[in-house]
């Protein structure tokens, strides 16, 4: 007999595979009309226990499945590139009426290519890594490493350098076709000033474009947002980079604040941490020469806005960043000022295959 603890272990698990088939749904109804202009018919959603997959459209019986721990595990906007994959399976199948091609054929690419879907299905959108990529990033690798100089001045020019090569490299930019997307940091409910502060500065001085995406949270059956980041291959590394050595940084500064004014009290963080964005934000604009800042816009408006504009045909703008101007808040601004992203690979952490780790 069932014990009362494992009955309820049961009821949570079912509980949460209801969430989950609720939020493939409604995802589905959203790309459905984004993408297809609401030509397909809804299917029979599955959640799967195989580990061949994660996900597959079964059109004889039509229906989509998505891999149960992939679902959970993973990051929801992962979930939701492989089922717009599928869905792209089923629109071939079923709009287009094409049963007698392979799976992954030429009707089925052009799908994907036309509304900017992973056409691998892994789950995490990557350009195949190319030479100029390796280059690009073993350089910039390197001139981050400079960037770890005790001498200021030294330790800012080799960030400038840096910033120069990305634009040099971007005046040739990719086909879309070539353009990668990460998802940046956790999904989050609310949005404070400091991450969007960063999110912006990413798009404005790191060659790539940046939107918040909705992500439903399998835990608390809401749904929160978070950053997605696309662009060429080595400028995604790059902005994911400093993405992360910027919150580790701008909460060092906080703590090392505290410790020097001996207070342990963190009522003023949040605008402490906007205003570290916000400096860095001003330092790297008066960094820039006009001749980077030419090839920023010029690559900016080269393809990605394209690409963009196909994932997203609907979006909205995300209201700004707002915080108190305090002294927390000038304290923070001149932190940021004296920022200086280096190539930083803690002992022991996992690359995964990047140059430039996390």
């Not at 073993?138 to 020019?157: D, G, I, M, T």
């Not at 350098?161 to 930019?173: E, I, P």
């Not at 995406?213 to 947002?225: E, M």
């Not at 393809?303 to 000038?330: H, V, Y």
């Amino acid at each position: 007999m069932d014990s009362p603890e494992s009955r309820l272990r049961d009821a949570a698990q079912a509980e949460l595979g209801r969430r989950l088939l609720l939020a493939l749904q409604s995802e589905w109804r959203l790309a459905s009309s984004l993408y297809f202009r609401n030509q397909l018919k809804p299917p029979a959603f599955e959640l799967s226990d195989a580990t061949t997959f994660l996900g597959r459209w079964d059109a004889t019986s039509r229906t989509l499945s998505i891999q149960r721990e992939f679902a959970l595990r993973q990051p929801w906007p992962q979930v939701r590139e492989v089922l717009k994959h599928e869905m792209a399976h089923q629109y071939v199948h079923e709009a287009l009426g094409i049963m007698d091609e392979s799976a992954h054929g030429p009707a089925f690419r052009t799908v994907c290519k036309a509304h900017g879907f992973d056409a691998a299905a892994r789950g995490l959108p990557l350009s195949p890594e190319g030479e100029d990529d390796l280059r690009i990033l073993r350089k910039v690798e390197k001139l981050l490493s400079l960037a770890q100089s005790p001498n200021p001045h030294e330790a800012q020019s080799a960030m400038h350098a840096a910033q120069q090569l990305l634009a040099q490299y971007n005046l040739s930019a990719p086909l879309a076709s070539d353009y990668s997307v990460r998802w940046l940091g956790t999904p989050r409910t609310r949005m404070f000033a400091h991450e969007k502060l960063l999110g912006g500065l990413l798009t404005e001085h790191f060659l790539v474009a940046g939107i918040y995406v909705q992500a439903f949270i399998p835990s608390t059956a809401k749904t929160g947002l978070v950053l997605e980041i696309c662009g060429p291959r080595a400028n995604v590394e790059i902005a994911a980079y400093v993405f992360d050595f910027m919150q580790r940084t701008a909460e060092r500064l906080w703590q090392e604040d505290k410790v020097a004014r001996n207070d342990r009290s963190d009522r003023e963080r949040l605008t402490f941490l906007a205003a570290v964005m916000a400096g860095f934000r001003e330092k790297l604009g008066r960094d820039q020469t006009l001749e980077s800042k030419r090839a920023l816009v010029h690559v900016k408006h080269a393809g990605l806005d394209d690409f963009i504009d196909t994932r997203f045909p609907r979006r909205r703008t995300m209201g700004g960043a707002q915080w108190n101007d305090s002294e927390a808040a000038q304290r923070g601004r001149q932190a940021g000022q004296r920022v200086v992203v280096q190539k930083g690979v803690e002992e022991g952490s996992q690359s995964r295959g990047r140059l430039l780790g996390r």
